[in-house]
């Protein structure tokens, strides 16, 4: 089936990667997101979805580095990828948060689940 994801990772095939997207990279077959978090790497991507080119990268130190040399670049960490992809996003949510990111530009996407012993009864 295919979804958002295939369009922003550009992937054919997203039940066969699931749980290991990886990427073509000029020079490197294949890096996938756990391989590209061992590495001090940053990739420009230019998202068709978005209609703008986004960093992605390996930690935060990376994102310091492209943040000192494209100030009005907007990164994503591999964690951030991950919690994206466990969330799945509506393409609606997927705007308002990478809009979130350019006009907030310390901003992180974190997990926000509560505790089932912390969600209000109704939600239980």
């Not at 310091?64 to 799945?88: A, F, N, Q």
């Not at 997927?94 to 012993?117: P, Q």
């Amino acid at each position: 089936m295919s979804t958002i994801w295939d369009e922003i990772l550009g992937r054919e095939n997203v039940e066969e990667e699931a749980q290991t997207p990886s990427f073509d990279i000029e020079g490197i077959s294949r890096l996938t997101l756990f391989e590209l978090s061992k590495r001090n790497m940053a990739i420009e991507i230019h998202s068709e979805f978005l209609g703008c080119n986004v960093w992605l990268c390996s930690n935060e130190g990376m994102v310091k580095h492209v943040k000192g040399d494209d100030p009005k670049g907007v990164c994503y960490t591999i964690d951030e990828l991950r919690e994206l992809i466990r969330l799945h996003p509506t393409p609606e949510e997927i705007e308002g948060i990478h809009n979130a990111k350019s006009v907030f530009k310390d901003s992180k996407i974190v997990d926000s689940r509560l505790k089932k012993e912390e969600l209000p009864k109704e939600l239980k």
